[in-house]
């Protein structure tokens, strides 16, 4: 088989596995998601990365004694029944969230995280909205991931959906005038505002 180094060289409509994924040597980024390849944006804004950067270390020092991990993009997170003694070749999602915590050290290996985190958090970008409000969605939900929020920059939003009998339950908007209010972490608490600093 040929080395794939150029993304143009995979059929989009196919459905690839894990063990395809790891050997692509292309530079675009992409998400694999129920062995489908979704291009993600180019490399984000400067506020998003902002956005990132800022939540990340206020994470950093709430999680310092705290016995779960922390990982930043890229960073793979390979869902839907992947189990850790399969082999590669199995049909799988692999997707980078924007941040993510991960309290269950079962679930690490050197190629990222096997099964869901117990918080993902995706930040908005032009032309990834649709996916992270609709198929992701759908995807963390399907796949227990027990806290998700999603992040709008632009109009300094957060909303979180946390699992309830399998179903996500939103709760209210936060906006820049709140303090942030997770479920799953209530040590979590700092200024939502403070995430938007640029």
Same mark, same amino acid.
């Given at each position: 088989? #040929?080395?794939?180094?150029? =993304?143009? %060289?995979?059929?989009?409509?196919?459905? &690839?596995?894990?063990?395809?994924?790891?050997?692509?040597?292309? /530079?675009?980024?992409?998400?694999?998601?129920?062995?489908?390849?979704? %291009?993600?944006?180019?490399?984000?804004?400067?506020?998003?990365?902002?956005?990132?950067?800022?939540?990340?270390?206020?994470?950093?020092?709430?999680?310092?004694?705290?016995?779960?991990?922390?990982?930043? #993009?890229?960073? +793979?997170?390979?869902?839907?029944?992947?189990?850790?003694?399969? #082999? +590669?070749?199995?049909?799988?999602?692999?997707?980078?969230?924007?941040?993510?915590?991960?309290?269950?050290?079962?679930?690490?290996?050197?190629?990222?995280?096997?099964?869901?985190? +117990?918080?993902?958090?995706?930040?908005?970008?032009?032309?990834?909205?649709?996916?992270?409000?609709? =198929?992701?969605?759908?995807? &963390?939900?399907?796949?227990?991931?027990?806290? &998700?929020?999603?992040?709008?920059?632009?109009?300094?939003?957060?909303?979180?959906?946390?699992?309830?009998?399998?179903? &996500?339950?939103?709760?209210?908007? /936060?906006?820049?005038?709140?303090?942030?209010?997770?479920?799953?972490?209530?040590?979590?608490?700092?200024?939502? #505002?403070?995430?938007? =600093?640029?």
């Amino acid at each position: 088989m #040929a080395e794939i180094t150029n =993304i143009n %060289q995979l059929d989009l409509s196919k459905t &690839y596995s894990f063990a395809d994924y790891l050997t692509w040597k292309f /530079q675009e980024r992409i998400e694999l998601i129920k062995g489908k390849i979704f %291009q993600m944006s180019p490399a984000p804004n400067r506020f998003h990365q902002r956005v990132s950067g800022n939540l990340h270390g206020m994470f950093w020092d709430l999680m310092k004694s705290n016995p779960c991990g922390l990982y930043a #993009a890229p960073f +793979d997170v390979r869902l839907v029944n992947f189990k850790k003694s399969s #082999a +590669d070749n199995q049909i799988v999602t692999v997707v980078q969230p924007d941040l993510c915590i991960i309290c269950d050290r079962e679930k690490l290996d050197d190629r990222g995280c096997i099964g869901a985190p +117990d918080l993902i958090v995706e930040i908005l970008s032009p032309g990834n909205t649709d996916r992270e409000m609709g =198929i992701k969605f759908d995807l &963390y939900e399907e796949n227990l991931v027990k806290e &998700y929020w999603i992040i709008e920059p632009n109009d300094k939003t957060i909303f979180i959906y946390t699992l309830q009998n399998d179903k &996500y339950i939103g709760l209210k908007p /936060q906006t820049h005038l709140d303090k942030i209010k997770s479920p799953l972490f209530p040590d979590f608490n700092f200024d939502i #505002a403070d995430i938007f =600093i640029d």
